[in-house]
C-alpha cells in the first residue's frame, strides 16, 4: 500500500504542488533529458556545473558551491538514512546544474551513497522540499526504498515506499 501524506502537512503540500507542475510539465528544467539512473551517470552524461541563470538588470551574485554542509548516516526504525544538510548557498541555489554539483559533493562526503535510488530521491528534495520546507535542517535519503518514476516519487512526497524518516 503506498505512502500517503496526512491532509494538512508540508508532504500533502507537496503533493499538490508536483500534481500541478507535471500537469504543466515542468517537472525539471531538462524535463526532455531522463535524470541520471546512478550519480556516476551524473558525472558522465551531465556538463559540468554552471552558474545560476543571470537575469538582466541582477546585479547579485548567485550563490556558489558548497551547497552541502555535511552528510551523515544513521540509523531509522526503517533501516539506514542519510541525512544531508544543505549548506545557505544549497538552499539559495537555483542555477540549471547546481543539482548535479550538490550531488557530487554529497558523493565526495559519502561515496557508498552512490546506489539505485539515492539521486532520484536526492533531487526530489533538491526540487520540491526547499521549496515547501525552506528552514528543514537535514533531507533523508534512503537506500532501502525502491526505485520508482518520477511521477510516484513526487506523489509519495520524495519518500517512495514509507514514511518520511
Known sequence: ????PPPGTPAAALVVVVAAAL??????PRAEEPAPRTARDATTERPAPTRSREVPGDTRTPPAPPFIEAATWADSDYGVTLEVAPSTAGRGASGIDDSYAAWQEVLRLVP????PGMWEQFDCHWTWARLLEPDKPTWNVE?????VSPERMLAEGCNPGGPEV
Open 23 to 28: 500537469a504543466a510539465g515542468a517537472c525539471s
Open 143 to 147: 537506500p532501502w526504498r525502491p526505485v
Open 1 to 4: 500500500m503506498p505512502h500517503r
Open 112 to 115: 557508498e551513497a552512490d546506489a
